[in-house]
């Protein structure tokens, strides 16, 4: 099956700063999702991105389906977006999401 | 406009036993997946449906039964719960298998 990929496992923030996420996936894919898991359990999901570029606010997100990759930007963090990022392909011909490990996200004021 | 609800939120299981996960969703949406989130991990597929009366396996489904008999609602099933089951489960909807998907709040299980 499809092998989902996040980096990095880990990171550290201050406040204001900015940070780009990437999830490599192994197989092709017909859509891709972003979502953020805050300290509470709640999964919120961020961008719905099969390919190209999406912004919302201070995210954004690009997906290069052809090179299996995708990429979240955060900019100016603030304290409100720790938590876990996950990205979640959809290989193609499927209707299964396979999600990866996360990056764990923690802002500092 | 509740979303996706799941009950209960919280259950403790005896080894064994047997109980229903229920998940509820309208937004009229077809698409319906069962995730398990273990600590410290990503979330796993159980079972998915695409609709009313379609049901597939998705990653992780040996010890578990899910049925669809109406749009909205989408049951997930414990046959004979094991201590392994212990986990969180998430429940999503989505309009179609090819749109965002919108997450319940999750049902903190532990089996003893």
């Known amino acids: 099956g499809i092998q989902v990929e996040q980096s990095p496992p880990d990171l550290i923030l201050q406040e204001g700063a900015n940070s780009t996420l990437r999830c490599n996936f192994s197989d092709s894919v017909n859509n891709l999702q972003w979502f953020h898991q805050n300290p509470w359990g709640q999964l919120i999901n961020l961008f719905y991105?099969?390919?190209g570029t999406k912004q919302n606010g201070r995210l954004s997100a690009t997906t290069v389906a052809t090179e299996r990759y995708s990429l979240l930007y955060i900019s100016s963090s603030q304290t409100t977006d720790s938590g876990v990022y996950f990205c979640?392909?959809?290989?193609?011909?499927?209707?299964?999401?396979?999600f990866g490990t996360g990056t764990r996200l923690k802002v500092l004021a | 406009n509740a979303g996706v609800t799941q009950t209960p939120k919280f259950q403790v299981l005896k080894t064994g036993q047997s109980m229903t996960l229920q998940c509820a969703q309208d937004m009229n949406h077809e698409y319906m997946s069962w995730y398990r989130q273990d600590p410290g991990m990503g979330l796993r597929l159980i079972h998915y449906?695409?609709?009313?009366?379609?049901?597939d396996q998705g990653e992780v489904p040996n010890g578990y039964n899910v049925s669809r008999s109406t749009t909205e609602d989408f049951p997930l099933r414990l046959l004979s719960a094991a201590p392994s089951q212990t986990s969180v489960y998430f429940c999503?909807?989505?309009?179609?298998?090819?749109?965002?998907?919108?997450f319940g709040d999750g049902t903190r299980l532990s089996i003893l």
């Open positions: 999503a909807s989505s309009y179609e298998g090819e749109q965002p998907q919108h």
């Open positions: 991105i099969p390919s």
């Open positions: 979640a392909p959809c290989p193609s011909g499927t209707y299964k999401y396979i």
């Open positions: 449906s695409v609709g009313a009366g379609i049901t």
